[in-house]
């Protein structure tokens, strides 16, 4: 079983910058993509970024490429998210996701999802 782990998230306001990052217990061939899903209230869950551990190619959502960056530390097995110019409808829970494909953003790519954290934008 592989366990991923956020830290980072929080309060900001519109226009300002966060950073959440990820980190897995493990490589397994199921994480050798890892990435974010978020999830607004009343919202289904969203993909918003993936990568290749290894080679770091990425995969980010149209809605956030101009604002969103995701990198990775392969060595560490950390996967990390900087949101910048970050507006009220990003406000969300972050799910850290862990799969095979870095170009498949469907749910059920991702066999290993984290709790959380939650990121609150104020206008």
């Known amino acids: 079983q592989v366990q991923l782990v956020e830290s980072g998230g929080g309060l900001v306001q519109a226009g300002g910058s966060l950073r959440v990052s990820c980190v897995a217990s493990?490589?397994?061939?199921?994480?050798?993509?890892m990435g974010w899903f978020r999830q607004a209230p009343g919202k289904e869950r969203e993909f918003v970024a993936a990568?290749?551990?290894?080679?770091?190619?990425?995969n980010v959502a149209d809605s956030v490429k101009d604002r969103f960056t995701i990198s990775r530390d392969n060595d560490k097995n950390t996967v990390n998210l900087q949101m910048n110019r970050l507006k009220p409808e990003d406000t969300a829970v972050y799910y850290c996701?862990?799969?095979?494909?870095?170009?498949?953003?469907?749910?059920?790519?991702?066999?290993?999802w984290g709790q959380g954290t939650q990121v609150t934008v104020s206008s």
């Open positions: 990568i290749n551990m290894a080679v770091g190619l990425a």
């Open positions: 493990k490589r397994t061939s199921n994480t050798v993509t």
């Open positions: 996701v862990a799969g095979a494909r870095w170009d498949n953003q469907r749910l059920d790519n991702f066999m290993y």
